[in-house]
């Protein structure tokens, strides 16, 4: 099985440290869509001017997140056209280490929206090596982004982004599953979305529209016109007031590229959907893991 991660949008290298997980913004909010010949890097990428909109240094800020794990937000801070100047004089300089820097913040990042976008920010070199780090948010909710401890899981699954690890994924009505590393995620078609070059899973919400219905039967109601698969190639399990079941089809089976999985997990009056395609059979094994990470009692905040 192939593991899509990441890349640092700083340095391009890859992603694998689950300690610390970097993102980067490549322009500021109110520069997205300009024309290109409006942007003007000053030798570096991290020092932005843009006609009519502003002036621009990327800044790193640091949230910390549940389970031992640092998110690096590689975001841009607004500033007036003398401290962008005097960052593009000390920038692999000396005096860079010295370098402090006053502004607003310039991307809107969720899950904290407008309350960080536009909050005043102090920015100071911590590290030589990287970029100036986000010290002091001045914003009576935007300032717990640094002060604060986040649930992984509420942070990063903002994120469509594949991310280097797994995280579980609110479907709605309490229902959850877990997008597993290295997979981008979106949302359409009233499903959620996981996908990588070699491997991709769907997942929906179906409600039973047979009030009082046991959780087998709307399972028989669902299977309805689902494939014979062989004994080998089907399971069933118990879920906690209610049930389990999955079967998976080879390409000899279904005549198609790849190789297809189809599970439910069914509780009363609601089910949950599964569809993963995948190109190498082993990842049968991560296809049954995402099905098993279906679960109608998880709240995920």
Request: glycine share 8%.
């Amino acid at each position: 099985m192939t593991t899509h991660l990441p890349t640092c949008a700083c340095c391009g290298d890859a992603l694998a440290d689950e300690r610390r997980i970097d993102f980067g913004f490549n322009l500021p909010d109110a520069a997205l869509g300009a024309p290109e010949e409006a942007l003007h890097r000053l030798g570096v990428r991290a020092l932005l001017r843009v006609d009519g909109v502003g002036c621009f240094i990327r800044c790193l800020l640091p949230v910390r997140l549940t389970r031992d794990t640092e998110l690096v937000l590689g975001a841009w801070t607004e500033v007036d056209e003398a401290t962008l100047r005097r960052a593009h004089e000390l920038w692999e300089q000396p005096g860079y280490a010295d370098l402090s820097v006053e502004g607003t913040f310039a991307n809107r990042v969720q899950p904290w929206g407008d309350d960080l976008l536009g909050a005043a920010v102090t920015a100071k070199v911590t590290d030589p090596e990287e970029l100036p780090c986000v010290v002091e948010v001045r914003h009576p909710v935007a300032s717990r982004v640094l002060t604060r401890t986040w649930d992984r899981d509420h942070v990063l699954s903002r994120f469509p982004q594949p991310l280097p690890v797994d995280v579980r994924t609110d479907l709605g009505g309490r229902w959850s599953v877990l997008r597993t590393a290295g997979l981008g995620a979106s949302f359409a078609d009233g499903a959620d979305h996981f996908t990588a070059p070699d491997r991709s899973a769907s997942v929906s919400l179906m409600r039973d529209d047979v009030p009082g219905r046991a959780p087998e039967d709307f399972l028989t109601a669902l299977l309805s016109g689902a494939p014979d698969t062989r004994p080998a190639q089907r399971v069933r399990e118990p879920l906690g007031g209610g049930v389990r079941y999955a079967f998976w089809l080879t390409p000899q089976d279904s005549g198609r590229p790849r190789h297809e999985f189809y599970g439910m997990a069914v509780a009363p009056g609601i089910a949950a959907g599964l569809h993963c395609s995948y190109e190498d059979p082993a990842d049968l094994a991560w296809a049954q893991r995402i099905w098993r990470s279906l679960d109608h009692a998880v709240n995920t905040r």
